[in-house]
């Protein structure tokens, strides 16, 4: 199975909203609400921020939400932040009974 | 309080065997399943595969199948990975993380485990 595809940076300014796109195909991300986000500040293990799609884990703030289109992903981070500085993975569920990452994408805060 | 506390760092050398370890506290180690990520230098995470401690059903990724052994000792609360011939590719952080069943997200992860395969 190949890793979901994920843009390997984006930017944005403080205050500005900013998407991370995450792709799969017809046997993960577009069969499955299964779709996890996960944030890693560099040095640090990951930590769940969006689960099954859109819902977020108590004390994530709502300023990041998540979506499904088809075979696409997309995590939305509005009113960036200096702390949201951070590497993101998206997951999916597979129709192979495992689990499998995006290639993540680092966020940095100009 | 729910922790995951893994073993220390490693380092190996090439065609040496290892098990790393994985001991869970603060809630019922056999109600969820344990998975291991490999995270290799500056890179992403990878999914390896996935044990229920309660009677050892696992799932491996097809990339890891074979390459490694995901085993779990649910008497001390404990998973493992090990490697019967390491190889200088292995070298990586190893994280071990709680799910509540195979499908669901990861909502809690040890500490990392790094393991360095180096002549």
């Known amino acids: 199975q190949s890793a979901l595809t994920q843009p390997p940076s984006v930017s944005g300014s403080p205050g500005q909203s900013v998407t991370i796109s995450c792709t799969g195909t017809s046997s993960d991300v577009g069969s499955y609400k299964r779709v996890s986000w996960y944030q890693q500040p560099p040095g640090t293990a990951p930590k769940l921020i969006i689960y099954?799609?859109?819902n977020r884990p108590s004390g994530v703030p709502d300023r990041f939400s998540g979506s499904k289109s088809g075979n696409t992903a997309s995590l939305t981070i509005s009113g960036l932040q200096a702390e949201d500085e951070a590497d993101y993975y998206c997951s999916s569920y597979t129709s192979s009974s495992t689990v499998v990452f995006g290639g993540g994408t680092k966020l940095t805060v100009i | 309080e729910v922790q995951l506390v893994q073993s220390g760092a490693e380092v190996k050398k090439p065609g040496e065997s290892l098990k790393i370890s994985c001991k869970g506290s603060?809630?019922?180690?056999?109600?969820?399943?344990i998975g291991w990520v490999r995270q290799m230098p500056g890179k992403g995470l990878e999914w390896m595969g996935i044990?229920?401690?309660?009677?050892?059903?696992?799932r491996y990724s097809p990339s890891f199948q074979g390459q490694v052994t995901i085993s779990a000792d649910k008497s001390i609360s404990t998973a493992y990975l090990q490697w019967s011939s390491l190889k200088a590719s292995d070298t990586a952080m190893y994280y071990c993380a709680r799910s509540s069943t195979a499908m669901d997200p990861i909502d809690y992860w040890g500490q990392g485990t790094l393991v360095t395969v180096s002549s």
């Open positions: 044990i229920y401690p309660d009677d050892s059903d696992i």
């Open positions: 603060g809630y019922s180690f056999t109600s969820y399943w």
């Open positions: 099954e799609v859109s």
